[in-house]
Each structure stands twice: as C-alpha cells, then as structure tokens.
C-alpha cells in the first residue's frame, strides 16, 4: 500500500463547477500536509498547506481528517486555467522529508 | 517568494557520460535540499537528502556512486549522473527547505529535463 493515495483521475469538469479531491495517508504520525498544483512538464507548486481546522484560501478548501487519514481539496468556480495535476503531501515530525502522492489530474472545460 | 534555480534546464548526452546538475536557493539559504526524479506520469521519487556540510543520505535502491550529490554552501546543491545511460532519462528536480515563522516549506526548482541517448 503507498504511504499517500490518490485519486489518478482524470476528472473532467466544466468552467465554474465544484470539484474535490480526497488523499489518504498511512502513516499516522505525519503532523503535515500540503497540497501542490503541477503543470504538465512544469516543477510542483505550492498551493497551501492543510491546517487541523481546515483552511481556505480564495476559491481553494482544504481540510484535514486525522481521524479517518485522510485530506481533501475543494475548488470552487472552477477556472480553465485550474488545469493541472494536484499532488497531496504528507511529512513527518521526525524529517524534513516529504511523501507525495501520485497526483489527481484535472482538467476544466469550458 | 523563495526563489531556487536549477542549472541546466534540459540537457540530452551521449550515454556513459556524466551530467552534472546545479540547484541553487537564490535569495535564502537552506542546510537542507532535496534532490526528487519523475518519470511520465508518475509522482515524484525522493533520490536523496542533501545536507550542507556533510553527506547525503540516499533513499533505498539509489546508488550512491551513480548519482554524486554535493552540497558545498548554503545555497548551492549540485547532483551528478555518472555514466548515465537511458534509462537515466527523466526530469530531475531539486527543492530546498525555508524555515520561517516555525513553518517549513520546501520550495522547488524549475528541473532538469535529461534524455540520454
């Protein structure tokens, strides 16, 4: 079983829907997550970090479930240019080192 | 935001070369830089943790003498492929952790694309 799961997808949305993503993770010690947005053929990007209270920031939601392992991403009014892959991260107390997922590919349509 | 830079941006060599690969933190420094390969379509694989000032320490199944880490300043990280061969080919990508206000990010370079023929 991989340390971080996700949902290869591709989900394909229209312009201006609401779409979510679900990661889960195995480890029970990871105390930090993220989520990052990558371009095809590009570096991964911070999108933002996922607090315990969960957090927002413009048309981005992220939460987190400690109890069920597992995080989630909600995009609001979705834009052509959300396309992208979005990778789910967790990391430990004991490193620096991060654990990433496979990626969700999205792809918005007008 | 914090800047890193990777030096080359796309490199193609004949196969049993060495590649030499720099990632650099441009306006923070950073005792800890991560060097990470994706092959198409899959997640990024951590190769090895490169801590200034002393050796790198390399995931399972990554050899040590194949990819030569060395991570001389605060701000400069540089991998080589050694003899590389094809299946070397991939996008490497470096990235470099930013402590600030009690948080960690890891900031990533832009990669290398590396296609050996």
């Known amino acids: 079983r991989k340390e971080v799961e996700q949902d290869p997808g591709p989900f394909n949305v229209p312009e201006g829907a609401t779409v979510a993503f679900n990661c889960t993770y195995s480890?029970?010690?990871?105390?930090?997550f993220f989520w990052y947005r990558q371009d095809c053929r590009k570096e991964p990007k911070l999108l933002m970090s996922?607090?315990?209270?969960?957090n927002e920031d413009g048309r981005f939601t992220a939460q987190l479930n400690r109890a069920s392992q597992y995080i989630s991403l909600l995009i609001r009014d979705s834009k052509l240019s959300d396309s992208a892959t979005y990778l789910c991260?967790?990391?430990?107390?004991?490193?620096?080192?991060?654990?990433w997922g496979a990626g969700t590919k999205l792809i918005i349509k007008p | 935001g914090a800047v890193v830079s990777q030096h080359p941006s796309r490199v193609i060599c004949k196969s049993g070369t060495s590649v030499k690969i720099e990632c650099r933190s441009l306006?923070?420094?950073?005792?800890?830089m991560f060097w990470y390969r994706q092959f198409p379509k899959q997640s990024l694989m951590l190769m090895a943790t490169?801590?200034?000032?002393?050796?790198?320490?390399?995931e399972q199944g990554v050899e040590k003498d194949k990819f030569l880490i060395n991570h001389a300043s605060l701000t400069l990280s540089t991998l080589t492929v050694t003899s590389a061969h094809p299946e070397d080919s991939s996008f490497y990508i470096c990235?470099?952790?930013?402590?600030?206000?009690?948080?960690?990010?890891?900031?990533f370079g832009p990669g290398t694309r590396l296609l050996v023929l």
């Open positions: 990235s470099a952790t930013l402590t600030s206000g009690g948080e960690e990010t890891q900031y």
């Open positions: 306006d923070f420094q950073a005792t800890t």
């Open positions: 490169s801590n200034e000032g002393s050796k790198a320490t390399y």
């Open positions: 480890n029970s010690a990871s105390q930090s």
């Open positions: 996922v607090y315990s209270s969960g």
């Open positions: 991260v967790a990391r430990t107390l004991s490193n620096y080192q991060l654990i």
